[in-house]
């Protein structure tokens, strides 16, 4: 079935520096990859997504890279700081066939001050 | 708008009572979907609906779980009878429309079963 891997289990970074994960997914009909960030005992919150249709998007210091024919995307995030401490959810879903989110495993970050 | 509004936020419950969960999901959204969160199985998708209508519930684990959408502003997920393995925080979340799109996950319900 569909699978989503998220690699690494844990990060930790010291702030300043750059913080990279890596998720590959299974179902070639994924055209949407939304990523979340859950902070300790909060809800999930979107923080970025990508469609199929763009190779890269960027928000300030976060930005998310897609490569289809691989089958694989990454988050990435500069200057690092304190508060970006947190557990991150990369998924992917589709629009056809029916709609599920698949969401990773999750990534916790530890950001060093 | 307040967002998506679970509740409880909290529930401790005896293994064999029935505990029920509610969701109210933001106003306009058309999909609601409830997930579970644990440590070991991560954040795993039971039930979702589509304009109250239930699409897929393959998530689902077992014949105790069961849950309604009896209108577009309430959802209820329900375990009967609980068992001490349901332990785990259980997140609601709408959204637009069920093609890709944004979830906006409520503040979940920690459920401790004894």
């Known amino acids: 079935g569909e699978n989503v891997e998220q690699h690494p289990s844990t990060l930790s970074v010291q702030e300043g520096d750059s913080a990279v994960i890596k998720c590959t997914y299974s179902?070639?009909?994924?055209?949407?990859f939304p990523w979340y960030k859950q902070e300790l005992g909060k809800r999930p919150q979107l923080i970025i997504d990508?469609?199929?249709?763009?190779g890269e998007k960027k928000d300030q210091r976060i930005a998310v890279t897609l490569n289809k024919t691989a089958k694989h995307f990454s988050l990435h995030i500069t200057e690092t700081q304190p508060e970006d401490s947190a557990v991150y959810f990369c998924a992917a879903s589709r629009d056809t066939g029916g709609f599920k989110t698949i969401f990773g495993a999750g990534t916790r970050l530890f950001v060093k001050a | 708008d307040a967002g998506v509004i679970q509740s409880p936020r909290h529930e401790v419950t005896e293994m064999g009572q029935e505990v029920t969960l509610r969701c109210k999901p933001i106003s306009g959204h058309n999909s609601l979907f409830w997930y579970r969160q644990t440590m070991m199985r991560g954040l795993e998708l039971l039930i979702y609906f589509n304009n109250n209508v239930p699409i897929d519930d393959s998530g689902m684990p077992e014949d105790r779980f069961s849950a309604k959408m009896p209108n577009a502003s309430f959802s209820t997920l329900k375990i009967q009878p609980s068992e001490p393995r349901d332990s785990a925080v259980y997140f609601c979340?709408?959204?637009?429309?069920?093609?890709?799109?944004?979830?906006?996950f409520g503040s979940g319900t920690q459920l401790s079963v004894l």
């Open positions: 979340a709408s959204s637009l429309s069920a093609t890709n799109e944004k979830l906006f």
């Open positions: 990508i469609r199929s249709n763009v």
């Open positions: 179902d070639s009909a994924s055209n949407y």
